[in-house]
Nanobody, 123 residues
């Protein structure tokens, strides 16, 4: 059974940092591109960042470029999202997702999802 478990969310002031983690089990982790998405109340689920299977390539939505960094450790079956210079508009539930072979921006194309972790940024 595939499981993706996110952790690291919380409440932080604007300008602060958080590091999200996603622990994967039940799948051949290195065979999956990994993505982070977020969803604020009343809004569509939004692509945030993705990383290739090897970790050699990363991709970001424009609004987080220069502030967020995605990374992965294939030996530990984990993917992280380091979030710096957080803004109130970053407030959302954050989800990690796994997709066979290649990443895409379309959330419906991902094979597996975590349960999400809440990030709240106060002004």
């Amino acid at each position: 059974q595939v499981q993706l478990v996110e952790s690291g969310g919380g409440l932080v002031q604007a300008g602060g940092s958080l590091r999200l983690s996603c622990a994967a089990s039940g799948l051949t982790f290195g065979a999956y591109a990994m993505g982070w998405f977020r969803q604020a109340p009343g809004k569509e689920r939004e692509f945030v960042a993705a990383i290739s299977r090897s970790g050699g390539s990363t991709y970001y939505v424009d609004s987080v470029k220069g502030r967020f960094t995605i990374s992965r450790d294939n030996a530990k079956n984990t993917v992280h999202l380091q979030m710096n210079s957080l803004k109130p508009e970053d407030t959302a539930a954050y989800y990690c997702a796994a997709r066979t072979y290649a990443w895409v921006r379309i959330w419906e194309e991902y094979d597996y999802w975590g349960q999400g972790t809440q990030v709240t940024v106060s002004s």
